[in-house]
């Protein structure tokens, strides 16, 4: 490839033909099948035309500063715990009135309220806030949670700029199960785990009004009945596999122990694919701690 259309190509791992003093330099390139036209009149080179990275870049180039990364796309340059699968289309959001048109492998998206945008990793990028409500319909649910706890904790954004950006989307699918998702993020739940068991298991008639992430001393209790004085700890499986973190738990359970609180764990994996059978031993524990405190 001549320097002209080589430099464009490191700079930017995209060429658009209008930016080419000599164009047909291009027609060349293809011919020879050293590039590739990604968009209408944006070629890559043929070797990274599956490159991520280069993708993203080449749709930014073809809406030429009018739009930026969203949805799922911008999770992933966000780095919140989502990766975009590698044949994924490019999500772009753009102005009402521009005159562009999406196609194979680009997902044009147009919204009057379009305008702040981030710069993220040399990629210009909608704000966080807005990619997880625009990209909550499209995500598998087994990535949800993770999304918006990941997003939460690490201070990218706010429950309040969650809630508020989801207002202005008054019809997105899925918009009471995000509320309730962020309700529960309010109340304490600050992992994936917990939501799980907040939304699957410690719910629903006969259970009590339990308090997340609930302080005693010098430890937070994951779900802990105040009443009954029961504190049930879910236990992921990297943090409570190991023989060190297994002594900690029980020292742990047992100064819980000396101030009348009784602990009960449950693992991972009877969480995620036993949640019936806990739930039946949630309620049972519960009864009998009631009894017994008359």
């Known amino acids: 490839m001549r320097n002209e259309l080589t430099r464009l190509l490191a700079v930017r791992g995209a060429a658009r033909r209008r930016d080419l003093a000599r164009p047909w330099l291009l027609d060349h390139a293809a011919k020879a099948g050293k590039v590739v036209q990604l968009f209408p009149g944006v070629y890559v080179e043929a070797a990274m035309r599956r490159d991520q990275l280069v993708r993203r870049r080449a749709a930014l180039s073809y809406v030429d500063g009018r739009g930026a990364l969203s949805h799922t796309t911008a999770l992933a340059v966000w780095r919140i715990g989502w990766d975009e699968p590698q044949h994924a289309p490019i999500h772009v959001t753009v102005g009402p009135r521009v005159q562009l048109h999406g196609g194979k492998g680009l997902m044009l998206h147009r919204h009057r309220s379009f305008g702040e945008r981030h710069r993220r990793g040399g990629l210009i990028v909608v704000p966080l806030d ?76 006969g259970m009590p009004e339990f308090k997340r992430q609930h302080p005693v001393g010098n430890y937070l209790l994951d779900v802990y009945a105040e009443r009954e004085r029961v504190a049930f700890e879910l236990d992921g499986d990297a943090f409570h596999a190991g023989p060190v973190q297994r002594e900690r738990d029980l020292r742990r359970d047992a100064a819980l122990a000396a101030l009348g609180i009784q602990v009960v764990r449950f693992t991972y994996t009877r969480l995620m694919f036993e949640p019936e059978a806990v739930r039946r031993e949630v309620l049972a524990i519960l009864a009998a701690a009631g009894r017994r405190r008359g």
Do not use: M, N, Y
């Open 130 to 205: 807005e990619a997880i409500v625009r990209s909550w319909p499209l995500l598998p649910t087994t990535h949800r949670t993770g999304v918006v706890i990941s997003a939460v904790t690490h201070r990218h954004t706010t429950l309040d700029q969650l809630l508020q950006r989801l207002a202005e989307v008054p019809k997105l699918t899925g918009a009471g199960e995000l509320k309730r998702l962020l309700s529960l993020v309010a109340a304490g739940c600050q992992s994936p785990l917990e939501l799980w068991g907040a939304l699957h298991i410690f719910t629903g008639p």
